[in-house]
T-cell receptor, first 114, second 116 residues
């Protein structure tokens, strides 16, 4: 069965520090992987996605993620965090067939200290 | 271009009542998805509608139902409300291209349902 694990429920970093949010997935076929961000009271905004090709994916707001098939991981990174990055981050896996449901991780809440 | 819109923003009901949540997809999108985001449970897939038909359903009881209208907007109905139905309900839309292996989903801001 498809599943997504985000092992860190809550992460706190200082502004300007680097960030890595972990995501592990379980999926039998080639996964389509996503990172979404949810600010308080907002819906989900897509940060980046991986379908195929280059395993290092660039997204919006300076985020990037690296797909590592051998580790079943798709970790999100940012070299320097801004206070406005404080939000909840969700990793998700999609079907390799025609669009269907997304399977989400439970999310990682990011807190940024000045 | 307007994004996915949902109404109402907040909804307060009591146990046993029915709730109706509405979603308008991005113009031109034919698929609508519903997700439940309950505290501590993350986002769970509820329903997928495309071209007016229910295409897939998540692991939810039958009292969760919905429909899609000819203009592709959608309603989610929750009957016999229970306390644990309190959650943020998110709607997403996408446009299905024949032959595409994946079609991106765009999310609305959600409806916060509180059951007292």
């Amino acid at each position: 069965a498809q599943s997504v694990t985000q092992p860190d429920i809550h992460i706190t970093v200082s502004e300007g520090a680097s960030l890595e949010l972990r995501c592990n997935y379980s999926y039998g076929a080639t996964p389509y992987l996503f990172w979404y961000v949810q600010s308080p009271g907002q819906g989900l905004q897509l940060l980046l996605k991986y379908f195929s090709g280059d395993t290092l994916v660039q997204g919006i707001k300076g985020f990037e993620a690296e797909f590592k098939r051998s580790q079943s991981s798709f970790n999100l990174r940012k070299p320097s965090v801004h206070w406005s990055d404080a939000a909840e981050y969700f990793c998700a896996v999609g079907s390799s067939y025609n669009t269907d449901k997304l399977i989400f991780g439970t999310g990682t809440r990011l807190q940024v200290f000045p | 271009e307007a994004g996915v819109t949902q109404s109402p923003t907040h909804l307060i009901k009591t146990r046993g009542q029915q709730a109706t949540l509405r979603c308008s997809p991005i113009s031109g999108h034919t698929s609508v998805y519903w997700y439940q985001q309950a505290l501590g449970l993350g986002l769970q897939f509820l329903l997928w509608y495309d071209e007016g038909e229910e295409r897939n359903r998540g692991n939810f009881p039958p009292r969760f139902s919905g429909r899609q209208f000819p203009n592709y907007s959608s309603e989610l109905n929750v009957n016999a409300l229970e306390l644990e139905d309190s959650a943020l309900y998110l709607c997403a839309s996408s446009l299905i291209f024949a032959g595409n292996t994946y079609n991106e989903q765009f999310f609305g801001p959600g409806t916060r349902l509180t059951v007292l």
